[in-house]
């Protein structure tokens, strides 16, 4: 038991170092290339690097290679599927490169009162994020990954055989990764959540779940706590579309390679929400609010709700680490929740 904890341990570990050195290089290297844009929420409108998505990818990546050259070179018997590792790991590298692309579609100008160079975001089309987000999906695809048999909350179990590696996988990635882009704009908002949905599956994965599970899960959430320090208020870097392709594909494929669909769904319910109060408006809606000299935001569409944050903003004046600390707590009551459903053998 020790030896199998040591096995999740040092890739977890490994995976949080190099996120740090990772994403400390695409700081300065971004705000250096001028990858950057101006923080609007706040009175300085300081200018931070956006697009350091890729620290986090990159140090996943590097965390699940750590336990599959274990594995490779005898150090100890193999208990996760490496086939199944090295297509979530190409799967996430494949759709962060998407979300890159979209971080670095950028038109730079020279920032009035400095010669700091600042970029105005422009981003890749909106029916161009979902054809190019399916890149993601195809490495699980190709190794017909999870079980065909899911249990649906409230519905019980369906037997999906084919349809589920063909036809379910791809639609989840896909969903995942374009319906956790929508929640954000706010220091360590998505970040957190993230973490705290990932925290969330590794418990699951620990009480319920199997091994593959608690290794993918363990990974992701030592990533996602390192990569969170850097964008929690005052944020020192916008994490970016690569951050948000990749997490949402990385969650959906950690649910699932390690059989957690229908827990997962209840974890995930906080952004299907997002989606469906987005679609209101036909995904023409933003997250941020119009500043206050107080330091809360005033709601960009008075009482007309398009997205959790709409939602905090009515609420009362709200500031910036305040909306992002009431999602964090949106996403631990749906976490309680789901357990609490498992309790009652619901899911």
């Given at each position: 038991m020790f030896h199998t904890y040591l096995t999740i341990l040092i890739p977890a570990l490994v995976s949080a170092i190099i996120t740090i050195i990772a994403t400390r290089f695409l700081m300065e290297y971004m705000h250096f290339s001028g990858i950057t844009?101006?923080?609007h929420n706040k009175k300085g409108?300081?200018?931070i690097p956006t697009g350091?998505?890729?620290g986090i990818a990159f140090g996943f990546s590097v965390g699940l290679l750590t336990?599959?050259?274990g594995s490779s070179f005898g150090?100890?018997?193999?208990v996760a599927p490496v086939q199944e590792l090295f297509g979530i790991i190409t799967g996430v590298l494949l759709i962060t490169i998407v979300g890159f692309i979209d971080d670095i579609n950028i038109r730079i100008s020279k920032a009035k009162d400095s010669s700091s160079k600042v970029g105005s975001w422009t981003g890749l089309k909106q029916w161009q994020k979902p054809i190019l987000t399916f890149m993601g999906a195809i490495p699980l695809m190709a190794i017909n990954a999870g079980v065909s048999l899911v249990r649906i909350p409230l519905i019980g179990n369906i037997a999906l055989s084919i349809y589920y590696p063909l036809v379910v996988v791809p639609l989840a990635i896909m969903f995942g990764a374009n319906a956790f882009n929508l929640l954000g704009g706010f220091d360590?908002?998505?970040?957190?959540?993230g973490t705290i949905a990932t925290f969330a599956l590794l418990l699951y994965s620990l009480i319920y779940g199997t091994y593959t599970g608690v290794l993918i899960s363990s990974i992701l959430?030592?990533?996602?706590?390192v990569f969170t320090a850097f964008n929690i208020y005052p944020a020192k870097m916008v994490p970016g579309d690569s951050f948000t392709y990749f997490f949402g594909a990385?969650?959906?494929?950690?649910?699932i390679i390690g059989n957690m669909e229908s827990f997962g769904i209840i974890i995930f319910m906080p952004w299907i929400i997002e989606f469906i109060l987005h679609l209101r408006k036909k995904f023409h809606s933003s997250d941020l609010g119009t500043l206050r000299s107080d330091g809360s935001f005033k709601p960009p569409y008075g009482k007309r709700i398009y997205s959790w944050t709409h939602v905090f903003m009515n609420l009362r004046h709200m500031k910036e680490w305040e909306i992002s600390a009431s999602m964090w707590i949106v996403e631990i009551l749906f976490m309680l929740l789901a357990f609490g459903m498992k309790s009652l053998a619901l899911l």
């Open positions: 844009l101006v923080d409108k300081p200018v350091v998505g890729f336990y599959i050259f150090l100890y018997s193999p360590g908002i998505a970040t957190g959540t959430l030592a990533s996602m706590i990385a969650i959906i494929a950690d649910m």
